[in-house]
């Protein structure tokens, strides 16, 4: 670490009341706007320039003002590992290999900063969440010899796709594959490329090196002179001080703000005995804005950071169509209005941590499922065990997790009767719990297509459940302790808790067959629309942070595919039972190709 270089952070913390360490990360990412720039200006024609300063920058924010020589090693056990895997390693394991490598080494720096126990103290584990998001999309992407499921997430993916013929790809996977392994100095600056080093946004390497060509700029062919973006002198990268100063201006606001609110709203006043002496209303009110102010460090955090990959001109998206203007959103991590608007979980989810909910669905949920089926059990659970490994260990997020799979659950569900046997029939009264599907269309015309005079109440009532609903579910993320986080939901009377379990009671009771039975009435005329839109909706259904969207659903999916495979084996005149050492080895054989004797 430079001499001296903690002593303004020392005297601002004084007066701000932040920790040394947090000043000084917010400091790196402003400091990231003008080396932004300079990075901007080196020649297009070197990109080995724009490796060696990317590299130089990333190093000095490590080592020269945090000091983190161990999260240089971490970093390049991570990175160097995952390069080496999808180098030498052949075969369709190669990328869960190197996904099981990278995640197993961040759970390590996971449970040491668990132990270490500082929340305000800036470690590495930030920076190797975002490069396992970076270097698991090298690891892994989709591979489909029609037998074996798609694998899990990117590098070693991309690597893995380039290696099988394009006819074998889906486009997505066309798009990122890497027929060939990227040179050890263009890695090198894929991995610490410093806007995005702390905190994020993640992309994939073939945007990198596009950027690094600059064949991210080209225009499209037949693009109107006068909507082709401007430049300055022979350069590729448009003209982006604007955009991205808009967004260090309302990062900075969001970071103010919770600088201000975390003085009021904090863990200390929920766990304290002052608490208990508020009304229950005001108690519910004060949680929903602790969790407001701990979503303000990540509105800024997020904003900062996108803002200076603007200024990169790693942001731009390209020329809207409609519009004729520049878009800068290609690596937006969040929407505030989008979350704090929310009526429904859905949109909740979807707007918080947007690259992550992107690296969950395409590299995990989509790519654990089997060629020509639809994702079920397996990729739900795939996904929730990722999610919630990469977010770390502390009991509170295992509490977030699993509720929030409820409250998805009691939000949105299936509309769908079929002929069951008793256990599906079991298992689907779990499964048809939904507020949105039962009830809202009630403040619709029947085609539901306009709403009624009475939709402004019903989404004045949805705004609210949601917004309490998630105040409480999302406390023990901030908590994180088994013990605070019970102690916290105990004085609000686990009100969320008993609001999921009262709903699923209702829904499994005659109350639902009441309720479809007069929607039928009241819509008759409007099914088949209602069935379209449904089925439409369903295909853009998949996890948001790694929660199930129909954990009653994918276990009927599970229960269904083990019933169908022992049917099968049945039929065929198979005995069914553990398979021996023997045969296991054989099967992994026959997967790899090889001898592993």
């Not at 990175?79 to 869960?96: R, T």
């Not at 996977?173 to 600056?189: F, M, V």
């Not at 982006?240 to 006043?269: E, H, R």
């Not at 049945?570 to 021996?580: D, F, T, V």
């Amino acid at each position: 670490m430079l001499p001296y270089i903690d002593v303004p952070f020392h005297h601002l913390g004084s007066v701000t009341g932040a920790s040394v360490d947090e000043l000084k990360l917010i400091a790196s990412f402003l400091l990231s706007y003008p080396l932004a720039g300079i990075l901007k200006r080196i020649p297009d024609a070197k990109p080995w320039q724009k490796n060696v300063f990317i590299i130089g920058v990333s190093l000095f924010y490590l080592i020269g003002l945090f000091d983190l020589w161990s999260g240089i090693r971490t970093i390049f056990l991570s990175s160097a590992g995952a390069y080496l895997i999808a180098s030498y390693v052949e075969g369709p394991f190669m990328p869960w290999i190197g996904f099981v490598f990278v995640m197993g080494h961040m759970s390590v720096s996971h449970i040491y900063r668990q132990y270490m126990n500082d929340p305000r103290k800036v470690d590495i584990t930030g920076a190797q969440m975002v490069l396992v998001m970076k270097v698991a999309k090298i690891v892994f992407y989709g591979t489909d010899d029609g037998e074996h499921p798609l694998q899990l997430t990117a590098f070693c993916w991309n690597v893995q796709d380039g290696r099988l013929p394009e006819k074998d790809l889906a486009a997505i996977q066309r798009e990122k594959a890497l027929p060939r392994l990227p040179s050890a100095l263009d890695y090198a600056g894929y991995v610490l490329f410093f806007p995005s080093l702390f905190a994020g946004p993640s992309f994939d390497y073939v945007d990198y090196r596009r950027w690094l060509e600059t064949s991210m700029f080209e225009v499209p062919p037949g693009t109107d002179l006068s909507q082709h973006p401007k430049t300055r002198k022979q350069r590729k990268i448009p003209r982006s001080s604007t955009p991205a100063t808009i967004k260090a201006v309302i990062g900075l606001v969001w970071i103010f703000l919770f600088l201000k609110f975390s003085a009021w709203y904090n863990t200390d006043l929920v766990l304290g005995e002052q608490y208990m002496r508020y009304s229950f209303i005001r108690r519910v009110w004060i949680l929903e804005m602790l969790g407001f102010t701990t979503r303000m460090k990540y509105y800024g955090v997020w904003h900062l950071t996108e803002g200076a990959c603007i200024l990169s001109g790693m942001g731009y998206k390209g020329i809207n169509p409609n519009t004729g203007k520049v878009e800068w959103n290609r690596l937006q991590n969040v929407n505030p209005w989008g979350i704090e608007s929310a009526q429904n979980s859905r949109a909740y989810l979807e707007n918080w941590n947007m690259n992550t909910n992107h690296w969950l669905r395409n590299y995990m949920y989509l790519r654990v499922t089997p060629k020509g089926k639809k994702p079920g059990f397996r990729a739900s659970i795939a996904t929730f065990v990722t999610s919630a490994f990469w977010h770390g260990f502390y009991p509170g997020y295992y509490l977030s997790f699993v509720l929030g799979a409820f409250v998805q659950t009691v939000a949105k569900s299936k509309f769908q009767e079929r002929d069951q046997n008793a256990l599906h029939k079991a298992i689907n009264s779990v499964r048809q719990i939904d507020f949105r599907r039962y009830v809202r269309p009630f403040f619709l015309t029947p085609d539901g297509q306009r709403p009624t005079a009475y939709k402004p109440y019903y989404d004045i009532i949805s705004y609210l459940v949601t917004q309490t609903a998630f105040c409480f579910t999302t406390a023990p993320f901030v908590l994180l302790t088994l013990s605070a986080s019970l102690l916290v939901w105990s004085r609000v009377y686990f009100y969320a808790v008993l609001g999921v379990a009262a709903s699923m009671v209702f829904f499994a009771s005659p109350a639902k067959a009441w309720l479809i039975q007069r929607l039928r009435i009241r819509n008759q005329s409007a099914t088949r629309a209602q069935d379209k839109a449904r089925a439409a909706e369903k295909e853009r259904e998949h996890p948001l942070m790694g929660l199930p969207s129909d954990p009653g659903g994918d276990m009927e999916d599970a229960v269904k595919e083990m019933m169908e495979e022992v049917e099968g084996k049945r039929r065929s005149g198979n005995q069914i039972g553990m398979p021996e050492a023997i045969e296991i080895r054989k099967a992994v054989e026959e997967g790899i190709g090889k001898n592993i004797s």
